[in-house]
């Protein structure tokens, strides 16, 4: 069965830190492309990062690049988001995203999401 399951959300002070994780079962994790999208109420799921199946390749939404970083243990199938430097605006329902490339196209799969707020 396939399955991702987040984890590490919470409430924070604007300008402090959090680390998100993904754990992915089910999957060849390796081969996955890993993402992490956010959301809030009454606008559209977000792109933050992603990251290649090797780690060798990471991307970042312009809103967040230099504040967050993904990474990827292939070993324990699980991904992450280490967040710094965070603000309100990072207030949202963080979801792990996995895609999985085969010969008949591409599929995607959720976790359910974790809720990050940043106030003081």
């Known amino acids: 069965q396939v399955q991702l399951v987040e984890s590490g959300g919470g409430l924070v002070q604007p300008g402090g830190s959090l680390r998100l994780s993904c754990a992915a079962s089910?999957?060849?994790?390796?081969?996955?492309?890993m993402n992490w999208y956010r959301q809030v109420p009454g606008k559209e799921r977000e792109l933050v990062a992603g990251?290649?199946?090797?780690?060798?390749?990471?991307n970042y939404a312009d809103s967040v690049k230099g504040r967050f970083t993904i990474s990827r243990d292939n070993a324990v199938n699980t991904v992450y988001l280490q967040m710094s430097s965070l603000t309100p605006e990072d207030t949202a329902v963080y979801y792990c995203?996995?895609?999985?490339?085969?010969?008949?196209?591409?599929?995607?799969?959720w976790g359910q999401g974790t809720q990050v707020t940043v106030s003081s």
């Open positions: 995203n996995a895609v999985e490339f085969a010969i008949t196209g591409a599929k995607a799969y």
């Open positions: 089910g999957f060849s994790f390796s081969r996955l492309r």
């Open positions: 990251i290649t199946g090797t780690g060798s390749i990471a």
